[in-house]
């Protein structure tokens, strides 16, 4: 029997860490502290295709370097393990079973054909498409010949034709869906891997979590998680949306236009602690109204009920305000020098450095003139530079295919570096010397510079592709940038060229 508090965060190893993972990790552990109980740590890593152990580990150290501990996780165990759902698929395929059997779900053998024509459909009459219940009404008899004659099938959850779903929101008091405007969601994939909501709803149940603290977009699947409860027979935890981070233009905070990793964080010289202070700012004020605040403070204060609903703009300038004060006003002048060395003035960063300017040293006070750019956050440069002898719309269509290759990179090495423009050169039709020009600019701010490839490496990858975004913006603001259509077009070029990009 489980009495204390419980509240958990499951971030998808798919990718960089994302400061919205972190901003949901602060309360799910400033809540679990203030009550006494345990924040878990759980991996979603059922979408295999895109899942990886470095995204994990990733994960796993950004959340660390922010102090944002967990109770239980892969790393730790615990009583209620294992704790990555590509480890638990027994436990959700007894669910779909125990769904079906109870008349909450179905299996549905329609073809992607038959999908892809129904919302085609649906578009063209303006209704917003969903699943129509072909595969409902099929007798047990049909079902099972179906399934002996090998064809692939999904489960899907099987909503009520009528009436309305309320539940309750800690924050935004009591919510209501018509189940018209639900659809029949599909809970476990022909693969046998479950669906985010199917798993989520098992996990939490079986974990014990008590409280579902998670952002605004899950709203509207309340519903659906709310069904599997009742289907499965168990009571649903406490649920509370919280605001989603925002851009500047209040669009979704997005690395289109915003650093997003939290390893960009680290890498250009923020103190953890002012990150975490931040964000607390960006969702809660604390009773006093202090603008400065530890997670201990947060912790202690803390009162779900008091987050505001508004939403919270993510503004660098401001982090970098707040960070300031923090080495002006909380840290000793030692401990500044202290964190300088930590960062990037140690022997382990520096030693990497010195291989690759060596050879164009003279004297000493020539390292750093050569290798401040992997110091920087931003180098400086003009416009003319950057576009050099090259067309500003073709440097602008190189970055963008850079960028997207750039994604798909799992393991970030020279080899990978070297391989990706290698391959854009080939493709593109141009040589690497040619091709490698604006990034030299982009990157270092300069036309000429240490090792490219080398240098990527050691900047990292969310320094680079941010450099890059802040490149395209600059040839953007010119008028040189790639208009939508544009944009569209390259799009469609690259996945014909490149494959399909990871967002």
């Not at 063209?124 to 047990?140: S, W």
């Not at 931003?378 to 090259?390: D, R």
Request: charged share 25%; aromatic share 10%; net charge neutral.
């Amino acid at each position: 029997m489980i009495n204390s508090v419980r509240t958990r965060i499951a971030p998808s190893p798919t990718g960089a860490p994302h400061v919205g993972t972190a901003y949901m990790a602060l309360f799910n552990f400033a809540f679990a502290k203030k009550h006494n109980g345990k924040m878990i740590l759980r991996i979603e890593d059922t979408d295999q295709s895109r899942s990886s152990k470095e995204s994990e580990e990733a994960i796993l150290s950004s959340l660390n370097w922010l102090g944002l501990q967990w109770d239980e996780g892969p790393d730790c165990g615990g009583d209620f393990g294992p704790y990555r759902q590509s480890e638990r698929l027994d436990l959700y395929k007894d669910s779909v079973q125990k769904l079906v059997d109870a008349g909450y779900a179905y299996p549905c053998f329609c073809t992607p054909e038959r999908l892809t024509e129904l919302r085609n459909e649906q578009l063209g009459n303006k209704e917003t498409p969903r699943y129509d219940g072909h595969c409902l009404n099929l007798t047990k008899e049909e079902i099972q010949q179906k399934i002996q004659a090998g064809e692939k099938h999904v489960y899907r959850l099987k909503i009520p034709n009528e009436g309305t779903c309320l539940f309750k929101d800690e924050l935004r008091g009591d919510v209501q869906f018509d189940w018209k405007q639900i659809d029949h969601q599909v809970i476990q994939k022909s693969d046998g891997f479950p669906t985010y909501h199917l798993a989520n709803v098992v996990d939490d149940h079986h974990m014990g979590i008590t409280h579902v603290i998670r952002g605004e977009e899950w709203i509207n699947s309340t519903p659906k998680h709310i069904l599997l409860y009742e289907g499965l027979g168990w009571k649903p935890p406490v649920f509370a949306h919280l605001p989603l981070l925002r851009n500047p233009d209040k669009s979704k905070l997005s690395k289109r236009k915003n650093p997003t990793s939290i390893d960009y964080y680290k890498d250009a010289g923020f103190l953890p602690e002012a990150v975490v202070n931040y964000l607390g700012m960006m969702g809660y004020t604390l009773p006093d109204q202090r603008e400065i605040f530890d997670l201990q403070e947060l912790s202690e204060s803390f009162e779900i009920k008091r987050m505001s609903l508004g939403g919270p703009i993510f503004d660098i300038a401001k982090l970098k305000w707040l960070n300031g004060r923090y080495l002006r006003e909380k840290l000793s002048q030692e401990d500044v020098l202290q964190k300088i060395i930590e960062w990037k003035a140690n022997p382990e960063f520096l030693s990497k450095i010195l291989p690759l300017a060596l050879n164009r040293l003279e004297t000493l006070s020539d390292f750093f003139p050569l290798s401040h750019f992997l110091l920087d956050d931003l180098p400086e440069y003009s416009l003319e530079k950057l576009i050099g002898k090259t067309e500003g719309l073709q440097v602008a269509k190189l970055l963008k295919i850079a960028e997207w290759e750039m994604e798909k990179i799992q393991k970030w090495n020279r080899d990978q570096i070297s391989a990706l423009f290698q391959k854009i050169s080939q493709l593109e039709d141009i040589k690497l010397k040619h091709l490698l020009a604006p990034f030299f600019v982009a990157i270092t701010g300069n036309s000429v510079s240490l090792p490219l490839f080398d240098s990527l490496e050691l900047l990292g990858p969310d320094l680079t592709r941010t450099r890059i975004r802040i490149a395209l913006e600059k040839l953007s603001a010119d008028g040189l940038g790639l208009s939508k259509k544009a944009l569209k077009k390259l799009e469609k070029d690259y996945a014909n060229q490149y494959g399909n990009r990871i967002d």
